[in-house]
């Protein structure tokens, strides 16, 4: 690839410079406080946002939060972000109410060099995700009117096709920023050439989601071991009664299809733990995967299974895992995520945690993000690439 970096900016001068920054800074907030639960992607940018700030740029970040439709509603407003950006960075970061309007106009204008502001939520604008050229256009030429340069910084977001990812680098001088290009280094080695054995470890909910990187990787890795709730469908596939698990009946056929190709490769539970019902508290034993019993429930995959997989994981030189193994959520089934998590940071090789349910389950639990060679801050993303898709924010940097 060949793609401008922040370095590159940093040595043209940036000093009294608008610097527009796409962050993802698409946090978990807790429903009832407002508060922040994983300040993971706060933490993840902070490199270059440090960096800006230290050259004395003007430092301009947008981000989107969750799913609001088109317009602004106050669950998804950015502000708690602001505050805890600014003890990450020691200094206040300046709050726009809105994201192009008279609030963001004025906070930028009101910046000083090596100050940060925060523009509110981009998806409360229905330009920012539209699929019409000319309205995701309209909104980008407002958003690059805020800035004098351009960094994309928001890896996981580089595989959607919005105004802030794909249109506004058209309009500005644009870079890539320390996290997006550490990220395109590290899931290059997965696509070249890879130290073997290689390892990939799948989890989530659905076979559908992970299908077309299933696909991918089959030729290329040496082990592909499966938990999580897509496991229940491969084990149907294979005879096996799942009970009242997660089951996409839909892709049972294609399943079938993937153990048969895939010779010895796949390697699925042994055994579950399997619960009378879909909750922290409900009661639940271990079973043979071949024994689940019809009015029960899959949440994790049992201990000889986590077993068998932290062989597997063993001699790996390189692993990339995206997926828990359970309901990691919940104590009661989180042991088969701790379990595989932790055979992963012992593992003598080059690991790989692919964003998503996977890095959020790595703190949740405690782990020792430091055990781990790469944590993504892009789940769909790290899939996405791994796919050999194009992504449109990379796409855009590149041209």
């Not at 990450?88 to 106009?105: I, M, P, Q």
């Not at 989601?209 to 696909?215: G, N, P, T």
């Not at 089951?247 to 299809?257: A, G, P, Y």
């Amino acid at each position: 690839m060949s793609i401008r970096t922040l370095d590159d900016l940093l040595a043209e001068g940036v000093s009294g410079r608008r610097v527009l920054v796409r962050a993802d800074l698409n946090v978990p907030l807790d429903k009832q406080t407002g508060d922040i639960t994983d300040d993971g992607r706060i933490r993840a940018v902070l490199p270059t946002l440090g960096a800006l700030v230290e050259a004395g740029a003007k430092v301009v970040v947008c981000s989107h939060l969750g799913r609001p439709k088109g317009a602004p509603d106050p669950q998804f407003s950015l502000r708690p972000v602001a505050g805890r950006l600014g003890e990450l960075l020691g200094s206040r970061v300046h709050f726009a109410t809105d994201t192009v309007g008279e609030s963001a106009r004025a906070a930028v204008e009101a910046l000083a060099d090596g100050e940060v502001a925060l523009l509110e939520n981009l998806r409360f604008n229905k330009g920012e995700t539209s699929k019409d050229d000319a309205e995701r256009g309209a909104f980008a030429d407002q958003l690059a009117a805020l800035g004098d340069a351009y960094v994309d910084d928001a890896f996981g977001a580089v595989h959607r096709k919005h105004a802030s990812v794909h249109d506004v680098p058209a309009r500005l001088p644009h870079v890539a920023g320390r996290l997006v290009l550490r990220e395109v280094e590290v899931l290059s080695k997965l696509t070249g050439e890879p130290e073997r054995p290689y390892v990939v470890v799948l989890g989530g909910s659905k076979v559908s989601d992970k299908l077309a990187v299933i696909e991918a990787l089959l030729p290329t890795v040496d082990r592909l071991l499966i938990g999580g709730g897509m496991c229940f469908t491969f084990l149907k596939a294979q005879g096996h009664e799942v009970g009242s698990s997660l089951l996409e009946e839909e892709m049972v056929e294609t399943c079938r299809n993937l153990l048969e190709r895939s010779g010895n490769k796949i390697l699925l539970p042994v055994d579950v733990v399997a619960a009378d019902a879909f909750a922290p508290d409900a009661a639940h034993d271990t079973v043979p995967a071949d024994g689940i019993p019809s009015k029960r429930v899959g949440l994790d995959i049992g201990p000889e299974t986590v077993a068998g997989f932290a062989a597997a994981l063993k001699g790996a030189r390189t692993i990339f895992w995206n997926g828990p193994m359970g309901v990691f959520e919940m104590p009661a089934f989180a042991h088969g995520t701790r379990g595989v998590a932790e055979a992963i940071a012992k593992a003598n090789a080059f690991t790989v945690v692919g964003g998503g349910d996977s890095a959020a389950a790595v703190r949740a639990l405690g782990l020792d993000e430091a055990a781990f060679g790469h944590i993504s801050t892009g789940g769909g993303a790290s899939l996405e690439y791994l796919e050999g898709k194009t992504l449109p924010g990379i796409a855009a940097l590149e041209n």
